[in-house]
């Protein structure tokens, strides 16, 4: 998911990691030392199935989720997902505000989201992209609360609320993991216009962006 994070108070979780006195990392430590690598556009196949469910956390996991955190950083988002990397795990990384304005820094392996029923059920629509359609926005309603659960990169339980943003992410970046783009969830009216948007501003993003910068519109 495309956007910019605030620079407050760590989560929940990322303390709670960071605490354990693991020998071997933290979450806050897999955050830093990755490669910087392309982002899988949307029409790759990788990105329109579902993912394999993780079962190893070790040190090919770790380097991946590194990656991802370099990748995300690059291209000033605020999620990225397995499969925006051309690999087709179900692990997503996330450093996004939730609507508070605190700023929250993590990993999910094999998550599942939780959304409101009924009364509690609200939906707000904002305007959202994805850094595999870069350039691109649209108005998209989703429930404005969502609560995801799953494993860190070591395989350990954990659980993340979301309000604001972070609510939208989550629910993002777990699509990516089911195959599906939020341009799916859109009628067809505003997925062209989203296309359309793309299409634009494709030229000012290399193939392998990030890894190559952003052309300037002023070039």
Same mark, same amino acid.
């Given at each position: 998911?495309?956007?910019?994070?605030?620079n407050v108070p760590k989560s929940k979780a990322e303390g %709670?990691?960071?605490?354990?006195?693991?020998?071997?990392?933290?979450? !806050?430590?897999?955050?830093?030392?990755? #490669?910087? $690598?392309p982002i899988t556009r949307w029409g790759t196949s990788v990105?329109?199935?579902?993912?394999? =469910?993780?079962?190893?956390?070790?040190?090919? $996991?770790?380097?991946?989720?590194?990656?991802?955190? !370099?990748?995300?950083?690059?291209? +000033?988002?605020?999620?990225?997902?397995?499969?925006?990397?051309?690999?087709?795990?179900?692990?997503?990384?996330?450093?996004? =505000?939730?609507?508070?304005?605190?700023?929250?820094?993590?990993?999910?392996?094999?998550p599942e989201v939780e959304l409101p029923e009924g009364p509690?059920?609200?939906?707000?629509?904002? +305007?959202?992209?994805? $850094?595999?359609?870069?350039?691109? @926005?649209?108005? $998209?309603?989703? *429930?404005?609360?969502?609560?995801?659960?799953?494993?860190?990169?070591?395989?350990? =339980?954990? +659980? &993340? !609320?979301? #309000?604001?943003?972070?609510?939208?992410?989550?629910?993002? +970046? #777990?699509?990516?993991?089911?195959?599906?783009?939020?341009?799916?969830?859109? *009628?067809? %009216?505003? %997925?062209?216009?989203?296309?359309?948007?793309?299409?634009?501003?494709?030229?000012? @993003? *290399?193939?392998?962006?990030?890894?190559?910068?952003? &052309?300037?519109?002023?070039?």
């Amino acid at each position: 998911m495309s956007g910019g994070g605030s620079n407050v108070p760590k989560s929940k979780a990322e303390g %709670r990691q960071m605490s354990t006195g693991r020998d071997l990392t933290s979450t !806050a430590d897999l955050t830093n030392g990755g #490669t910087v $690598l392309p982002i899988t556009r949307w029409g790759t196949s990788v990105m329109h199935s579902r993912t394999r =469910p993780v079962t190893s956390f070790d040190d090919e $996991l770790h380097t991946l989720v590194r990656n991802m955190f !370099a990748t995300m950083a690059a291209a +000033e988002g605020v999620g990225l997902a397995a499969t925006q990397v051309g690999t087709d795990l179900a692990v997503f990384v996330f450093d996004c =505000p939730d609507d508070n304005e605190v700023r929250h820094v993590g990993v999910f392996c094999n998550p599942e989201v939780e959304l409101p029923e009924g009364p509690d059920r609200n939906f707000e629509s904002l +305007e959202e992209g994805c $850094l595999s359609l870069p350039g691109a @926005y649209v108005g $998209l309603a989703r *429930p404005d609360h969502a609560i995801c659960r799953g494993l860190d990169a070591f395989g350990e =339980p954990v +659980e &993340v !609320a979301g #309000t604001g943003l972070l609510a939208r992410c989550l629910q993002h +970046e #777990t699509d990516h993991l089911a195959g599906v783009v939020f341009g799916d969830r859109l *009628p067809n %009216r505003a %997925r062209k216009k989203l296309h359309e948007q793309h299409e634009q501003l494709a030229a000012n @993003y *290399p193939a392998d962006w990030p890894v190559s910068a952003k &052309v300037s519109a002023e070039v």
